[in-house]
């Protein structure tokens, strides 16, 4: 055996059943059809099963209003494939292109109405498509601002939970990217979806959000890229807007927002009584308006509004985050509580790059009935660059209390030819807040890559550069600057970085070794100057073959098979005959083989799981026979079958055990472990 086949090798477990318990189906087999192939899709997610592929046809999967509807599936979109609403459909202003769980239409308390769990979407170059120019015709549309690419929706009795999107791209919407949401009733607690995960996400080109998050328990935005937001207000990257649900323990991570009509990050709280439970934290995202002036666009970093002295007390911590605006503030506080607001901003960076009459940092009360005085913010070793002469934080009191901020403390450096002053407003209490002033302008960096979300296939090279003007002394690269910093993230973790001091800053990060998704490239400009420092954020978008599904197509003389997405496939065996040599490519790959293989159950249903033993695992569906085989260099500690019986394989050669005691259909769980690592299986037996 080669070493190549040694360090990876697909283990086989065939499982044999009727179609109720079969674990893959394709939705093509459905009955696709290139005007509407809703019926074949909805089809195959009502079927049930553990995994829903949908390959890449010849054209677009042109749909009506899809909708989730089975606990414990994963639906996998191959690579290509383009879900898009159905031209002339979406009539009711609540209609989604997907939803899981619960509809937002008409009928969604009758017909629509739904509660699922464990539901992952995968869909790594593949893309949900709507029709937004359209909805936009009041001709054809009546005016809406919900139908939103995909709806995460629970409502009462109908839970929804431990929900997964990966790597798709949701473009057009007449609403939102994404919404998760939930709904309350009268004399009844709030629902809302708990555990959702999204990540390696893009939202671009969205009507009202490219993600809105209204309620939710551990709601979690991982490596994603919110862009191009473009109709009705709050034309936010994300809105984190509950009516009275709960919204605790939300979190951002490693994600950009670029170039939406308004906000970057809007967070705002509601007017309505709701639950003491408000909390959201963001760790290194990056909110910021084009370099381009021709677009105007995102002319605010984040804005945090509606923290009223009758509601929830509200923590909001913001950790390594930046905001760079070109034309209004970085950062807008309105109607925020002394008395219940909690909000740290911690190693984060505000940067006005034009000269334009706006103050970097606001504060701002017009509400008199429900709140007593504003503030409850700390800032804790952040920077601020902006090149006016006027005070880099402003109070308004709009609603004429006479009171100015309160409870505002931390540390900060402001980086300003002219000063560093503070208009709090009258009666203020409380402000510890220490500021350092440096009487320069903090240079300007930019990271040149393709675009901001470059793709790259790997395996290869990402190449970056940054140019740097120190503006202080008005120079491209000048002396001034001391150093640019790279790093590149993945989630909360920075997998590569380069201090590069001479200029042209460059630097490149090879990809192998990596998994595919979003990852973002951080360039931080350093002048002499104390304190000095700006961000530049772009990002690429790494192509690897990983994410196909595991199945297989066909049960003729030929079989398509699809790829695991933890490793690159080196071989696959079956009964230690060699079905297939080289390197995968992405989508199926064919082989014709199947006459050579000794157990031609092959063309079932098959699931694949990786494990580093070099030969095969497999059932025999003939004798019910369990068979692993093993070259001696690895062992097999433990073999639990629904807690019947252990046993132990070790050393070299081929080890059987019997499966004549166990029931036919009926499902069992197949446990082992190699080398410490817990791996289980579901089989059937016929």
């Known amino acids: 055996m080669t070493e190549i086949a040694k360090k990876i090798i697909l283990i086989f477990l065939v499982f044999i059943a009727s179609d109720i318990y079969s674990l893959t189906v394709n939705a093509a087999d459905f009955g696709w059809n290139a005007t ?61 292109l997907f939803t899981i769980g619960t509809s937002y239409s008409k009928a969604a308390d009758t017909t629509l ?53 990966f790597g798709i791209q949701m473009d057009s919407s007449g609403g939102d990217g994404m919404i998760v949401s939930g709904r309350a009733y009268s004399g009844k607690l709030p629902w809302q979806p708990e555990n959702v995960l999204v990540r390696d996400v893009v939202c ?3 009507h009202r959000q490219g993600i809105s998050p209204t309620s939710g328990i551990n709601v ?59 909390s959201l934290s963001f760790f290194y995202c990056h909110s910021a308006s084009s370099w381009d002036t021709t677009i105007w666009s995102q002319p605010m970093g984040t804005t945090i509004a509606a923290i009223f002295d009758n509601g929830p007390p509200t923590t909001i911590s913001f950790t390594g985050c930046s905001f760079s605006t070109q034309l209004r503030h970085s950062l807008v506080i309105q109607n925020v509580s002394s008395l219940l607001a909690n909000i740290q901003f911690t190693d984060c960076i505000f940067d006005r790059k034009r000269m334009y009459k706006y103050y970097p940092i606001e504060i701002r009360t017009s509400d008199t009935t429900r709140m007593v005085s504003s503030g409850g913010l700390t800032f804790e070793n952040c920077v601020l660059n902006f090149e006016r002469n006027m005070p880099f934080i402003r109070f308004i009191d709009g609603g004429k209390t006479g009171k100015g901020i309160r409870d505002l403390s931390g540390t900060i450096t402001v980086n300003n030819p002219y000063q560093a002053g503070m208009n709090l407003g009258a009666d203020t209490s409380n402000i510890t807040l220490k500021v350092m002033h440096n009487k320069t302008r903090a240079p300007y960096v930019r990271v040149a890559l393709p675009n901001h979300l470059a793709e790259i296939t790997a395996p290869a090279k990402v190449n970056f550069s940054a140019t740097a003007w120190d503006a202080d002394v008005d120079t491209l690269n000048g002396k001034g600057i001391k150093q640019v910093v790279f790093l590149i993230r993945k989630g909360m973790t920075v997998i590569d970085s380069l201090v590069d ?16 998704g979003i990852y973002s490239i951080w360039a931080k400009a350093v002048s002499q100057e104390f304190g000095s420092i700006a961000v530049d954020v772009q990002a690429f978008r790494l192509v690897t073959d990983e994410y196909a599904p595991l199945f297989t197509r066909g049960c003729t003389d030929s079989t398509y098979l699809g790829f695991d997405p933890e490793a690159i496939i080196s071989v696959v065996e079956s009964c230690g005959e060699k079905i297939m040599r080289g390197c995968m490519t992405k989508g199926f790959v064919e082989y014709d083989s199947l006459a050579n293989v000794q157990d031609t159950a092959i063309c079932k249903t098959v699931g694949i799981e990786l494990i580093d033993i070099s030969e095969g695992l497999r059932i025999n569906r003939a004798n019910r026979t369990l068979v692993i085989s093993l070259n001696g260099e690895y062992e097999i500690a433990c073999y639990d079958i629904q807690g019947i019986s252990r046993f132990a394989a070790q050393g070299a050669g081929t080890h059987r055990y019997s499966l004549k005691g166990l029931k036919g259909n009926a499902v069992y769980i197949l446990r082992w472990k190699h080398q410490g690592r817990e791996v289980q299986k579901k089989f059937i037996l016929e």
């Not at 034309?235 to 939300?250: F, K």
């Open 36 to 96: 509407d192939a809703t019926e074949a899709l909805q089809k195959a997610i009502n079927s049930g099963v553990d995994t829903v592929l949908v390959p890449k046809m010849k054209s677009d999967w042109i749909v009506r209003p899809i909708f989730a509807r089975s606990d414990s599936q994963t639906i996998i979109f191959e690579r290509g494939v383009v879900l898009m609403a159905k031209e002339g459909e979406f009539k009711d202003i609540h209609d989604g």
């Open 204 to 206: 671009n080109d969205n």
């Open 113 to 165: 109405k739904c509660g699922v769990k464990n539901v992952t979407l995968v869909g790594y170059g593949a893309f949900f498509r709507m029709r937004k120019k359209d909805y936009r015709d009041s001709t054809k549309y009546i005016k809406s601002e919900w139908r939103h690419c995909l709806t995460i929706r629970a409502v009462a009795d109908k839970p929804v939970e431990h929900i997964k999107v």
């Open 220 to 278: 979690t935005f991982e490596d994603c890229v919110l862009e191009g937001t473009r109709g009705t207000a709050p034309q936010a990257g994300v809105d984190w807007e509950p009516d009275w649900q709960r919204l605790v323990n939300g979190k951002m991570i490693n994600c950009l927002m670029l170039d939406n009509n308004m906000h970057g990050i809007d967070i705002y709280l509601m007017k309505k009584s709701r639950p003491p439970d408000i």
């Open 501 to 516: 001091s001479i200029a042209p800053y460059q630097g490149s990060i090879a990809t192998t070794g990596l998994k595919q």
